[in-house]
């Protein structure tokens, strides 16, 4: 089991009504339902179930969000496998995969990013299969996975996700996370992990707007962390915004929204502690450092703070969280602890500098991939 799957986002199932090409975002009538767009519905019940409009139609009125979103992680969580900013990483490049996996070469083609295989590094071994990978995940700020969608001969999905992925920190290739110790069961398992029903639809679903998996087709798929994963779908809110300068509260605005209803969203995705063993909490093993929320909710400035403290109390939940710099982080703690703060302790170290390095560090996971430590405390080598 890739490590990935041991968590369970609820994941509310898309039924698609409209045939769209693969990442085009506009003119949908799905009926997609994730907390927003309930409680979005709530409001419009008695008139019309919203449905998605796209982010270009949302950035017409919000444009300075729409901008920032452009340049964030979230707008970059799907592709397709032979758009130029996936094949400049794996085009012409061979992966040491270990054995019993061999050798793989990629080649950009019509439908996505074909692998060869070979048992050994020389081109001239003649033993070669390959497998074409439709869609390539994650930014690129850390990594790049690639997977291929088809169907079994019963016609249910089945995903196969590539046993190498491309790696900021190293600039090349490495073993996808959870794959060290998988062993291929069947022989298209030489090329990475075959996974079905639940995680195979999550995977999906944590890395667009809506998409459901049906046979090797990704159906209504709108590709990437959009507007309207977040706030739900927007067509009664830009109904009511086109007649109005004031449209009533539609997702964040909404009365029932609060520092929970904000946690639950981010950690639908970013994990919570209800998705993980227990165990690993308890041990707080090394993998909790990528799920932010997990770590977050046992700091005390969270416990502590009767509903002040939550993602968007440092981060834009539009922008890059490299957008903003370290000192404006800190001017985030500063902004609780303060001495002139009756309800806060202040550092006896420093009241103005270094916060981070010191509470929060950041830390280095597999792969040399970099998170901050979000349980925020004064740590052992403090
Ligand atoms: C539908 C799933 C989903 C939801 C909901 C979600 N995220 Fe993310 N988030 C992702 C994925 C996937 C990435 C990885 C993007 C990449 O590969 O760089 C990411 C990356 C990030 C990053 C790092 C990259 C960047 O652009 O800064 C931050 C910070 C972040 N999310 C914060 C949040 C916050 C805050 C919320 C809630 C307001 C949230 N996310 C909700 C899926 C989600
Ligand atoms: C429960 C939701 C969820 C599921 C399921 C999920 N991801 Fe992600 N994924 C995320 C989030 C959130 C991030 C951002 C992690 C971060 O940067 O903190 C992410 C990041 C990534 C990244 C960027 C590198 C990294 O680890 O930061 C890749 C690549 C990726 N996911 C691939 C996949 C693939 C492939 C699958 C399924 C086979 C999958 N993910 C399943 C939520 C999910
Ligand atoms: C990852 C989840 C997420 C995504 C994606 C997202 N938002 Fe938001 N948005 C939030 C949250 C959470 C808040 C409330 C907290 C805040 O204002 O920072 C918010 C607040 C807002 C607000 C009101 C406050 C303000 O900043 O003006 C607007 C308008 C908005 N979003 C529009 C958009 C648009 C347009 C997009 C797409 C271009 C978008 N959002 C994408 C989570 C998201
Ligand atoms: C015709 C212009 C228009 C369009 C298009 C539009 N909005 Fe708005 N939106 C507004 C106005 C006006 C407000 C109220 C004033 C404000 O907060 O800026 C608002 C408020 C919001 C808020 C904050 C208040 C709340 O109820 O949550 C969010 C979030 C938001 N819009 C998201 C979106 C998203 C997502 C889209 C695309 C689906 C979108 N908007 C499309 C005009 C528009
Ligand atoms: C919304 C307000 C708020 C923000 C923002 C905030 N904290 Fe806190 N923090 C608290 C509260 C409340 C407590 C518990 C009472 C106290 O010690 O002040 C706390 C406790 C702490 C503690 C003591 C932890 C322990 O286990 O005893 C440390 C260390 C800390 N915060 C560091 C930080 C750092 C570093 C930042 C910025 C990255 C930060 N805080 C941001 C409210 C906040
Ligand atoms: C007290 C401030 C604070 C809060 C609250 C906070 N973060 Fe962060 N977060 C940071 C800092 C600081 C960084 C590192 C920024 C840098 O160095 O550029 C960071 C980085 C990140 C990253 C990039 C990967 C990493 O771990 O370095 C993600 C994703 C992220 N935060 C998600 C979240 C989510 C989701 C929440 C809510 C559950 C959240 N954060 C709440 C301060 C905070
Ligand atoms: C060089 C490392 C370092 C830096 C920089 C630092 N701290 Fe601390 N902090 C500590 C240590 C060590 C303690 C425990 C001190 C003690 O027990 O006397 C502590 C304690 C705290 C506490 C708990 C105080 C209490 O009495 O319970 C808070 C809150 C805190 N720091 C916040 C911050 C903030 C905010 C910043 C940035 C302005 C900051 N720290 C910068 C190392 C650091």
């Known amino acids: 089991m890739t490590a990935r799957f041991l968590f369970f986002a609820v994941v509310t199932l898309v039924i698609g009504t409209l045939a769209v090409s693969m990442f085009d975002d506009h003119d949908r009538s799905d009926l997609h339902r994730d907390r927003a767009s309930q409680s979005a519905e709530r409001v419009t019940a008695a008139t019309v179930e919203p449905t998605f409009v796209g982010k270009a139609v949302c950035g017409e009125c919000h444009q300075d969000n729409f901008q920032l979103h452009q340049n964030s992680g979230h707008a970059q969580t799907f592709h397709a496998a032979n758009q130029d900013n996936i094949v400049q990483h794996f085009a012409g490049?061979?992966?040491?995969?270990?054995?019993?996996?061999?050798?793989?070469?990629?080649?950009?083609?019509?439908?996505?990013?074909?692998?060869?295989?070979?048992?050994?590094?020389?081109?001239?071994?003649?033993?070669?299969?390959?497998?074409?990978?439709?869609?390539?995940?994650?930014?690129g700020q850390n990594a790049?996975?690639?997977?291929?969608?088809?169907?079994?001969?019963?016609?249910?999905?089945?995903?196969?996700?590539?046993?190498?992925?491309?790696?900021?920190?190293?600039?090349?290739?490495?073993?996808?996370?959870g794959h060290l110790h998988h062993v291929p069961e069947e022989k298209r398992e030489l090329f990475g992990e075959l996974f079905e029903g639940r995680p195979l639809q999550q995977c999906v679903w944590c890395h667009t707007t809506s998409g459901e998996v049906i046979g090797d087709e990704?159906?209504?798929?709108?590709?990437?962390?959009?507007?309207?994963?977040?706030?739900?779908?927007?067509?009664?809110?830009?109904?009511q915004a086109r007649q109005s300068d004031t449209p009533p509260p539609y997702s964040v605005g909404?009365?029932?929204?609060?520092?929970?209803?904000?946690?639950?969203?981010?950690?639908?995705?970013?994990?919570?502690?209800?998705?993980?063993?227990?165990?690993?909490?308890?041990?707080?093993?090394?993998?909790?450092?990528?799920?932010?929320?997990?770590?977050?909710?046992?700091?005390?400035c969270y416990l502590e703070s009767e509903g002040q403290m939550m993602c968007s109390t440092c981060h834009d939940p539009h922008a890059h969280f490299t957008s903003k710099t370290q000192q404006q982080y800190i001017d985030d703690c500063v902004g609780c602890h303060q001495p002139d703060n009756d309800h806060h302790t202040v550092c006896s170290v420093s009241t103005s500098e270094g916060c981070i390095d010191c509470h929060m560090p950041a830390m280095k996971v597999e792969q040399g991939m970099v998170f901050h430590d979000h349980w925020i405390r004064v740590r052992p080598e403090n």
């Open 93 to 139: 490049k061979t992966a040491d995969a270990g054995t019993p996996h061999g050798f793989y070469t990629y080649v950009s083609g019509p439908d996505g990013l074909q692998v060869f295989r070979r048992r050994t590094a020389d081109a001239s071994d003649g033993d070669v299969d390959d497998e074409t990978f439709q869609y390539a995940l994650g930014s």
């Open 254 to 300: 909404k009365a029932d929204w609060d520092f929970e209803s904000e946690l639950q969203l981010c950690g639908n995705c970013h994990r919570l502690p209800r998705h993980v063993d227990p165990k690993d909490i308890r041990d707080y093993i090394p993998m909790m450092l990528r799920f932010q929320p997990i770590g977050l909710v046992r700091s005390a």
């Open 144 to 177: 790049i996975t690639l997977i291929n969608l088809d169907s079994k001969t019963d016609g249910d999905p089945v995903l196969l996700e590539h046993r190498v992925s491309w790696f900021r920190s190293h600039g090349g290739f490495g073993l996808t996370p």
């Open 218 to 239: 990704v159906k209504d798929l709108i590709a990437n962390v959009n507007c309207e994963k977040c706030h739900g779908p927007g067509s009664e809110h830009v109904r």
